[in-house]
């Protein structure tokens, strides 16, 4: 009934009417054992929830998937957990407090706004949409039900995207006009080769894994991990989606970012020939006002500049670059290089950002103290959207412009359009959460 009643009303109420002013009834700030579930019983998924299940205030209380063995493998470490094929269920019982969405990107939209609907708090693995309509979806529900949430841009807890932030943000660098992103490797020219033609496994729903994205026959490597699901566009976005949150998410947050203004992306498939339809190559630029921002990737070339070379292998880095010098970094070091003596003071910045206590720990001790988590559903849109409206533009071969104020695509009908996902029925796009 309470869920009814929210979406009964979602389109009468103005927006930011909060769920006590409607009437609906509100669950107290969570003091004592946390109730957990996961929808998504993959390797991220099983990780999120073992983290979460050590701590002594959380109790691991459902699992759901829609794939019977995966399903099962999970249930083996929480057998008094309940297991479910289809997730709507189990937002039913009101008993949960969170909800672990671990699920393949397409399914992330719907699954959190049914969460938020359900009155659960969420934790949500990256990438946070594949649609610029997803991404406002998303945002907007968690605002409206007033929901605690957490993008699973894990990297975002550790000590050395701190010291960057506050290098940055000291200013001794001078002005950052230029930030430089990339993450590439070589999977050679077979990438992840292609899938025997054979129907899906009998415990696997595949229509249901499917969901509201597109119709299309049994992949066997498409449904195997999320690695493989950044070969598919459709399901994932493509590795700009697949890594891009965990890399964009210093720069965003160092030079605190807005939207973008414009963004242009150019790439394709130009040397692999396997599965899937993501490009192998990708340019982006984006501009922000007094600054640009690149992002490079590549399937067949793992050269990194100052992050390694030679043994193909998986790299990633930011650069950032100002007046008086330059700051490198990746997930564990940074380095910086000064323009010669025009930095005159490379000491290291006091400490000032404190230190996390775990991701995951963060986003329980947010659900109990109703305090939003670092990375909101509202500061990631802000990593998201500029990722999203680069594979916009990376389809459409033009300049997207996009204005922050208003958060509409400007000028161009047609890229406005595609930004919003047609769901296969009877699966329906949240319309009322744009």
């Given at each position: ?59 691991i209380a459902a699992l759901c998937d ?186 965003v947050w160092a ?180």
């Amino acid at each position: 009934m309470r869920r009814t009643a929210a979406a009964s009303t979602v389109t009468m109420a103005p927006f930011l009417i909060s769920a006590q002013a409607l009437g609906l009834e509100e669950k107290a700030p969570a003091s004592g054992r946390l109730r957990i579930a996961l929808i998504g019983c993959g390797r991220m998924g099983r990780e999120n929830v073992q983290i979460c299940g050590k701590n002594a205030d959380v109790e691991i209380a459902a699992l759901c998937d829609v794939w019977k063995s995966r399903l099962d493998r999970a249930g083996e470490r929480y057998p008094s957990a309940k297991r479910y094929h289809d997730y709507r269920k189990m937002l039913d019982d009101q008993s949960l407090d969170g909800v672990i969405i671990a699920t393949p990107p397409h399914w992330h939209c719907r699954q959190t706004v049914d969460a938020c609907e359900a009155g659960k708090d969420i934790y949500l693995q990256k990438p946070m949409s594949l649609h610029l309509s997803e991404s406002l979806a998303v945002r907007n529900a968690v605002r409206k039900h007033d929901r605690i949430c957490q993008i699973g841009t894990q990297i975002h807890a550790t000590e050395n995207y701190r010291r960057v932030v506050e290098w940055i943000r000291s200013g001794k660098l001078g002005h950052v006009s230029v930030v430089r992103t990339f993450n590439v490797m070589n999977q050679g020219p077979n990438g992840i080769g292609y899938a025997p033609k054979t129907g899906a496994p009998v415990d696997l729903d595949w229509n249901q894994w499917l969901g509201p994205y597109a119709e299309r026959s049994y992949n066997a490597l498409l449904a195997s991990n999320a690695s493989n699901h950044c070969w598919f566009m459709d399901y994932s976005g493509g590795w700009t989606c697949g890594m891009g949150p965990h890399i964009l998410d210093l720069p965003v947050w160092a030079l605190d970012l807005g939207y973008p203004e414009s963004v242009y992306s150019t790439g394709g498939r130009f040397g692999s020939d396997c599965d899937g339809d993501a490009p192998d190559t990708q340019e982006v630029t984006w501009k922000y006002p007094k600054m640009a921002m690149t992002w490079w990737m590549s399937t067949v070339n793992s050269f990194g500049f100052d992050f390694g070379r030679g043994k193909p292998s998986r790299r990633l880095g930011v650069y950032f670059q100002g007046g008086r010098g330059t700051m490198y970094c990746d997930y564990r070091k940074h380095e910086v290089v000064p323009e010669g003596n025009l930095l005159t003071d490379t000491t290291p910045p006091e400490k000032s950002i404190p230190p996390s206590p775990g991701h995951e720990r963060e986003w329980l001790d947010s659900i109990k103290s109703r305090k939003q988590t670092t990375c909101s559903a509202e500061y990631h849109s802000k990593v998201d959207v500029p990722l999203v409206l680069a594979n916009l533009s990376q389809n459409l071969g033009r300049t997207i412009r996009f204005d922050g104020q208003t958060e509409q695509i400007v000028g161009d009908e047609e890229a406005a359009r595609l930004s919003v996902p047609e769901y296969r029925s009877p699966w329906k796009f949240p319309h009322e959460y744009l």
